[in-house]
Nanobody, 115 residues
Framework: QVQLVESGGGLVQPGESLRLSCAAS????????MAWYRQAPGKQREWVAT???????AYTTSVKGRFAISRDSAKNTVYLQMNSLKPEDTAVYYC?????????WGQGTQVTVSS
């Protein structure tokens, strides 16, 4: 069982930045594939970014060049640095871990971008 705890959400103005963190339990963090998803009001949950165990990254088109996913295996933590935030980035952001055939989710953290 893997437990994920997100933090770092909040209310910011357009153009500002936020960094989300996701702390994972377990001793095998280094082999987890970690990802961030988000769900805006009235919409389906969508994939945002992934970082593989080897550090390879991938992003959905709408956040490329603005968001950066990273991981710190010493802290069992994955981050999502979000820059140049837009109102359309407003959503609950969820951390996701994939371990072999199993998948785990955090409880989510709210990000609101509004002037």
């Amino acid at each position: 069982q893997v437990q994920l705890v997100e933090s770092g959400g909040g209310l910011v103005q357009p153009g500002e930045s936020l960094r989300l963190s996701c702390a994972a339990s377990g001793s095998a963090f280094s082999v987890y594939t970690m990802a961030w998803y988000r769900q805006a009001p009235g919409k389906q949950r969508e994939w945002v970014a992934t970082i593989a165990s080897d550090g390879g990254t991938a992003y959905t088109t709408s956040v490329k060049g603005r968001f950066a996913i990273s991981r710190d295996s010493a802290k069992n933590t994955v981050y999502l640095q979000m820059n140049s935030l837009k109102p359309e980035d407003t959503a609950v952001y969820y951390c996701n871990a994939k371990v072999t055939i199993r998948e785990y989710w955090g409880q989510g953290t709210q990000v609101t971008v509004s002037s």
